[in-house]
């Protein structure tokens, strides 16, 4: 079946700008976390979704960092007033349950942004 | 705060050679350590989920073990192939109960032929 998708799959952008970014989770997942991966960083955890429950958001670096998911499926990742150092690949992952219940997490191919 | 650390940061090997890859922890009060392998400019791929309960989980080629006491974890990959050239990262919990999972930087493999 479909794995988990993202859009765009590249953005670039100028300092000062919003963007979107977009994760299409795969179908009846009930996980759903984003992750930032830059330059010799490694993988930093942005938030997590799981049902309905509130959102884990301990992983923003900002407050012009905010998340969505709609309907328990699509979700939305949007950066206000972008920075250079916003320059990351932007990562998505679902599971079918969460990490306690040992639910592995599949991941999108990510979307590169890229702030002039 | 849990701190998860791999080495060693690149490994190159000849085909055929069995190869073990570390991961450390800090916070041995882990309910699982996931190993994912990413390939140049995609996503990650799950490889093995080791819950706490276990010492090891198999797939394959690949085995990866587990030791909470001592805040350890290897990933043993057998009969290397080129086509396992990639970078190999390990991820434990945050701590606390968190689904927030800390990364290690991960292991750059490559695998000559």
């Known amino acids: 079946g479909a794995g988990v998708s993202q859009s765009p799959s590249n953005k670039v952008t100028e300092k000062g700008k919003d963007v979107e970014l977009r994760c299409d989770p795969i179908?009846?997942?009930?996980?759903l976390y984003w992750y930032r991966q830059s330059l010799g960083q490694g993988l930093e955890f942005l938030i997590y979704f799981q049902g309905n429950s509130a959102p884990d958001k301990s992983g923003l670096p900002s407050d012009r960092f905010s998340a969505e998911r709609t309907g328990g499926s699509v979700s939305t990742l949007t950066i206000q007033r972008t920075q250079q150092e916003d320059s990351a690949v932007y990562l998505c992952?679902?599971?079918?349950?969460?990490?306690?219940?040992?639910?592995?997490?599949?991941f999108g191919p990510g979307t590169r942004l890229t702030v002039l | 705060k849990q701190e998860v650390t791999q080495i060693p940061a690149a490994l190159s090997v000849p085909e055929g050679e069995n190869l073990v890859l570390n991961c450390s922890f800090t916070?041995?009060?882990?309910?699982?350590l996931q190993w994912f392998r990413q390939d140049p400019g995609k996503g990650l791929t799950s490889l093995l989920l080791i819950q706490s309960s276990q010492r090891e989980q198999t797939s394959g080629r690949l085995n990866a073990s587990l030791d909470k006491s001592s805040g350890r974890s290897t990933l043993y990959i057998a009969a290397s192939q080129p086509g396992d050239s990639a970078t190999y990262l390990c991820?434990?919990?945050?701590?606390?109960?968190?689904?927030?999972?800390?990364f290690g930087k991960g292991t750059k493999l490559t695998v000559n032929p």
């Open positions: 991820a434990g919990p945050s701590g606390g109960g968190s689904e927030k999972l800390v």
């Open positions: 179908s009846g997942h009930t996980a």
């Open positions: 916070d041995s009060a882990i309910y699982n």
């Open positions: 992952a679902s599971s079918p349950a969460g990490r306690k219940r040992g639910g592995t997490q599949y």
